[in-house]
């Protein structure tokens, strides 16, 4: 079992910025691929950014392409999510995710087994 705990979000203006922070437990975090994903209010769960085992590459949906920037750091069992230029269609619920396919970056929701509880992201305009 992972468990995974985000924290970072909140609320801020148009064009700010945050840091999203994920820290696992239990298993060896360098065994997973990491995503974050976003759900807005009535919508599905989106992909937003993945980063494989060792750190080496990285994915990220186009509408946050430039923006965003996600990073892990391995000894401290936590992948980061830096969010710059917001945007108020940035607003949503954010989730990070495990998954097993330590090399997997552009992943379905479903091969991601492990996610955390979600913080809340609110940008407004």
């Known amino acids: 079992q992972v468990q995974l705990v985000e924290s970072g979000g909140g609320l801020v203006q148009a064009g700010g910025s945050l840091r999203l922070s994920c820290a696992a437990s239990?298993?060896?975090?360098?065994?997973?691929?990491m995503g974050w994903f976003r759900q807005a209010p009535g919508e599905e769960r989106k992909f937003v950014a993945a980063?494989?085992?060792?750190?080496?590459?990285?994915a990220y949906t186009d509408s946050v392409q430039g923006r965003f920037t996600i990073s892990r750091d391995n000894a401290k069992n936590t992948v980061y999510l830096q969010m710059n230029s917001l945007k108020p269609e940035d607003t949503a619920v954010y989730y990070c995710?495990?998954?097993?396919?330590?090399?997997?970056?552009?992943?379905?929701?479903?091969?991601?087994?492990?996610w955390g509880q979600g913080t809340q992201v609110t940008v407004s305009s």
């Open positions: 995710a495990a998954s097993p396919l330590r090399a997997g970056l552009s992943l379905p929701r479903y091969k991601y087994d492990y």
């Open positions: 239990g298993r060896p975090f360098s065994n997973y691929a």
């Open positions: 980063i494989i085992w060792g750190g080496g590459r990285t």
